[in-house]
């Protein structure tokens, strides 16, 4: 078997493609992304809707940091990108505060992290119970916090990955939505072990908002 297709079929068997949720013509999902940096995963997300394999509308992205790649990629998609800039902010709190303001005058339903590289405080969690998804690049309950990918690097694992879970006041300690595993290589770098990982963070994050929606939508 080649490398490819065991990385393929261990990620399948951990997280195997389903298909489009909610069914299309079910209401669309009202989805607020917040970001920090690239977004990559955040177009993984306007692209699968595009695609219809995710039935939602991005109503809008929340940024912190001014010249994130990430407000380029939704001017790009037409979704209005809103700086929220936490050096502006006397408090994690007033940020959050603001950040739950935003989100309701875009009559958000669900909160994506999509790499927001800030703590999230009660007000926010307490505004979207259950309805917050972050995605983490491990298989928590493995390395959380800062610097995942090289806490796996660093402690020699040969198995990591990525994993998509709802947000509690504890930092990466939710329910697990979903996961997909990713080999670490002999000769990985940072930069080649997160790129691997991204992949699998693209496919998995549509597919688990998708099925946090149908599992979680009638509590
Ligand atoms: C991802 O690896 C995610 O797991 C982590 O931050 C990174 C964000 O990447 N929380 P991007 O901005 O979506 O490209």
Known sequence: ?????????????????????????????????????????????????????????????????????????????????ILLNHREFASREALDGAIVETLQQHEVEWVIMAGWMRIVTPILINAFPRRILNIHPSLLPSFKGNRAVEQALAAGVKITGCTVHLVVPDVDSGDIIMQAAVPVLPDDTLETLHDRIHVQEHRIFPQAIALAASQLSNE
Do not use: C
């Open 1 to 81: 078997m080649s490398l490819h297709s065991a990385t393929t079929s261990l990620s399948s068997l951990i997280s195997p493609d389903i298909a489009a949720h909610p069914p299309q013509n079910a209401a669309p999902l009202k989805l607020g992304v917040m970001a920090s940096g690239s977004g990559s995963n955040f177009e993984a997300i306007a692209q699968a809707i595009a695609d219809q394999k995710l039935n939602a509308q991005v109503n809008v992205l929340l940024y912190n940091n001014p010249g994130a790649k990430a407000a380029a990629r939704a001017d790009r998609w037409g979704i209005p990108a």
